[in-house]
C-alpha cells in the first residue's frame, strides 16, 4: 500500500471519528449517567459504588469503636442493625449489643485461633483491660466509666471518609458529631461538620436536632437551641414518612419540653409533652413529668 | 541421588562396646562406623552447603531486582501522604495509619514471595541453568530446600525493613512502643511467608508457568486469608455430605488467618501468649514442611527439558 494510500485512509478514520464526536458528545453531556457532571473526584472515579464503600468505612468506625471485636458477615448479628457507637451516640445507655457474637469454640482450631484476632468486647476510650474490671459473664466489659482517654478520635477519619464518599447519609455527621463535641471537646468542629451535613441535606431534621444539641448542651444558646429544634419539628411534620423514627423524634420533642420547662413555659412544655406521651413507650414517667409541670404552672412564676 | 549407606552412624555397634573391653571385632566395628559417621557428616555439610549458597544466589536476586524497592517506596509514600492528613483538626488519630499500612505490608509481602518463588524453578529450567545447577554434588532436594531458604529468608529480609518503618511510624504518631507486639507481628508474618513460599514452590512442579502459578497462588492465599476461619461456621449450615467435605477442607488447609494479628496491633491488645504463638510457628512448619516434601517428592520425576 502507497503512503497516500495510507494518509486517505487516515484521513477517512479522522473525519468519522469527527463527526461521531459532534453527534455522541452533546448527547453525552446530557445523559444521566454521565459522572463527569460531578466535580467531585471520588463521584468520577467511583459512580455510585461509593455508596457502598462509605457504608464499609462507617462500619469501619463502628468496629474501631469496638477496638476490632465485630462480627463478619458469617457471625451472627444484632437484630436491630443500628451501629453500636450510632446507639451510643443517641444517648442509650443500654444499647443492644449481641455481645458475644462467637458463641463457644466449635473445635480446636476455632478456639486456637481466638488467640489472634480481637475476641474480647470493649469500647474505646475504656483505656487498657484492667485485670480488676468487671467482666460480664459474656466476656464484656461494663460500659460505666468515661475514661475521656481520647481514644474516640480514632473513629473520626473513617466516618470523614465515609462523609466524604457519601454525603447523602445523615448518620454519618451525626455520629461524628457527637465524639467530637461531647467526648473530644472539640465544639466548633462538630457544628462545623452538622452544616457540611445540612448543606449535603438540606433541613434534615436529625443533623438539626444534633445541632441543636450543641447550641443547648455546649454553648448554652437557649434561644437558639430552641430556634433549631423547632426547625426540626417543622421538617419533621412537613417530610414524607414521619412514622419511620420515632426514637429521634421523641428525643427532639423531650429535648423542646426540657428546654421550655427550664425557661418556665411550661404551656408549651405542656404541648411537647403530650406529644411525647403519644409515642413513648415508658408512659408512666411522662405521665409524672407531665403533672410536675403542671403544677409548677399551678404556682406560678 | 544419594543413596543412604547400609550401616549408618545410628546402626547399632556391637555389644562388647558398651562394656568396655572391645575385642577386635568390636574395634573393627567401631572404626567402620566411625568412617561411616565422618562421610555422613561430609556429605550433610556440603548438603548445608549447597542449600546455603543457592539460599544466596536467591537473596542476591532480590536486592538486585526492583520490586522490593518499588513495593516498599509506594508503601512509604501512601503511608506518608496519609499520615500527613489531620481529621477535624485531630493529629492523634493513628490507628487507621496503621491499618493502612499494615495492609500495604501484607500486600507487598505476598507479592514479593509469590512472585520472587514463583519463577526460581522455571527460570532455571528456561535458562538451561539446572543442568549445570544439577551437577554433581547438587541433588534435586538441595535445589529445592535451597530456593525455598533463599526466597524465605528474602522474604524475612524485606519484612525487616517493612516493619522498622511501620515500627518508626507508629512510634513517631502514637509514642507508644511494643516491642513483644511488634516482634510477634514480624515472626509470624514470616512464617506465614514461609508456608506461602512453599506452597509456590509446589506450584512451580506443578503448573506449566509461572504466570498461572502465581495466580493461583495468590488467589487460594487471599481466599484462606478472607474464609479459612468462617468454613466451620459454613459447614455447620449446609447438609450431610457437603458438611462433611467443607469440614474436610476446613482441617486440610492451612489456616494462613492465624497468623494475621494485625487487628492485635492496630487497637494495641498486647501480646498473644508466647506458648500460642510457639503453637503457631510449629504449625506453620509443619505445614511448610508438607509443603517442601510434595515438591521434593514431584521433583525428583520431573523431566527438566
Request: glycine share 8%.
Amino acid at each position: 500500500m502507497q503512503i497516500r494510500e495510507y494518509l486517505l485512509t487516515l484521513s477517512l478514520l479522522g473525519t468519522i471519528c469527527f463527526s461521531l464526536a459532534t453527534y455522541l458528545e452533546p448527547w453525552f453531556q446530557h445523559w444521566a449517567g454521565n459522572r463527569a457532571q460531578s466535580a467531585n473526584v471520588l463521584t468520577v472515579a467511583l459512580g455510585d459504588s461509593r455508596r457502598l464503600f462509605a457504608k464499609h468505612f462507617y462500619v469501619k468506625a463502628d468496629a474501631y469503636f469496638h477496638s476490632g471485636y465485630y462480627p463478619t458477615i458469617f457471625d451472627n448479628r444484632p437484630a436491630s442493625g443500628q451501629m453500636h457507637m450510632a446507639a451510643a451516640g443517641a444517648g442509650q445507655k443500654q444499647h443492644e449489643e449481641g455481645t458475644d457474637f462467637l458463641g463457644q469454640p466449635k473445635d480446636w482450631l476455632d478456639a486456637f485461633s481466638r488467640h489472634f484476632f480481637p475476641s474480647k468486647h470493649r469500647h474505646l476510650g475504656e483505656g487498657a483491660v484492667p485485670e480488676h474490671h468487671h467482666e460480664g459473664a459474656d466476656g464484656h466489659h461494663d460500659d460505666d466509666d468515661k475514661g475521656g482517654s481520647g481514644e474516640e478520635r480514632e473513629v473520626l477519619p473513617w466516618l470523614r471518609l465515609s462523609a466524604n464518599l457519601d454525603p447523602e447519609r445523615p448518620e454519618t455527621y451525626i455520629i461524628a458529631s457527637y465524639w467530637l463535641r461531647s467526648q473530644l471537646g472539640k465544639v466548633n468542629e462538630a457544628e462545623q461538620f452538622l452544616r457540611e451535613g445540612l448543606r449535603s441535606n438540606p433541613g434534615n431534621y436529625e443533623i438539626l436536632l444534633e445541632l441543636g444539641r450543641i447550641y443547648y448542651e455546649n454553648r448554652k444558646d437557649f434561644d437558639r437551641a430552641r430556634n433549631v429544634w423547632e426547625l426540626a419539628l417543622r421538617n419533621r411534620r412537613e417530610s414524607a414518612k414521619p412514622e419511620a423514627e420515632i426514637l429521634p423524634y421523641a428525643q427532639l420533642v423531650g429535648n423542646l419540653a426540657k428546654l421550655e420547662d427550664e425557661q418556665h413555659n411550661y404551656a408549651k412544655a405542656l404541648e411537647y409533652l403530650d406529644l411525647l406521651y403519644q409515642v413513648s413507650p415508658h408512659k408512666d414517667s411522662i405521665q409524672k413529668w407531665i403533672d410536675e409541670v403542671k403544677a409548677k404552672k399551678l404556682q406560678g412564676p | 541421588m544419594n543413596s543412604a549407606p547400609s550401616l549408618t552412624p545410628s546402626a547399632p555397634l556391637p555389644p562388647e562396646t558398651k562394656t568396655g573391653t572391645p575385642t577386635p571385632a568390636g574395634r573393627a566395628s567401631t572404626l567402620i562406623a566411625a568412617q561411616f559417621e565422618t562421610q555422613a557428616a561430609v556429605r550433610q555439610g556440603s548438603a548445608w552447603t549447597n542449600i546455603q549458597a543457592i539460599a544466596g544466589v536467591v537473596i542476591k536476586e532480590l536486592y538486585r531486582r526492583k520490586d522490593f524497592y518499588v513495593l516498599f517506596i509506594l508503601t512509604a509514600l501512601i503511608t506518608l501522604a496519609l499520615g500527613s492528613a489531620r481529621f477535624f483538626g485531630e493529629d492523634g488519630s493513628v490507628r487507621y495509619l496503621k491499618e493502612i499500612c499494615l495492609l500495604l505490608i501484607w500486600i507487598a509481602g505476598l507479592v514479593i514471595a509469590i512472585t520472587t518463588t514463583a519463577r526460581q524453578i522455571p527460570a532455571e529450567r528456561e535458562n538451561r541453568t539446572i543442568f549445570p545447577l544439577l551437577a554433581k554434588p547438587v541433588t534435586r532436594q538441595h535445589l529445592v530446600l535451597g530456593k525455598f531458604f533463599g526466597c524465605w529468608l528474602a522474604c524475612g529480609l524485606a519484612l525487616l525493613v517493612f516493619y522498622f518503618f511501620f515500627g518508626v511510624i507508629s512510634a513517631v504518631r502514637e509514642h507508644d512502643w511494643s516491642p513483644g507486639a511488634y516482634f510477634q507481628i514480624l515472626t509470624l508474618h514470616w512464617f506465614l511467608l514461609g508456608i506461602i513460599v512453599a506452597m509456590t514452590l509446589l506450584g512451580s512442579i506443578v503448573f506449566a508457568a509461572p504466570s498461572s502459578n502465581s495466580t493461583i497462588t495468590l488467589l487460594v492465599a487471599v481466599g484462606i486469608l478472607l474464609l479459612g476461619r468462617h468454613l466451620n461456621t459454613l459447614a455447620l449450615q449446609l447438609a450431610a455430605p457437603a458438611q462433611q467435605i467443607v469440614y474436610a477442607i476446613y482441617f486440610t488447609i492451612p489456616h494462613l488467618e492465624l497468623f494475621d494479628v494485625r487487628d492485635l496491633v492496630i487497637h494495641n491488645l498486647g501480646t498473644i501468649p508466647w506458648l500460642i504463638w510457639c503453637g503457631a510457628l510449629g504449625y506453620a512448619a509443619a505445614y511448610s514442611a508438607i509443603f517442601l516434601g510434595a515438591a521434593c517428592l514431584l521433583f525428583r520425576r520431573k523431566a527438566l527439558n
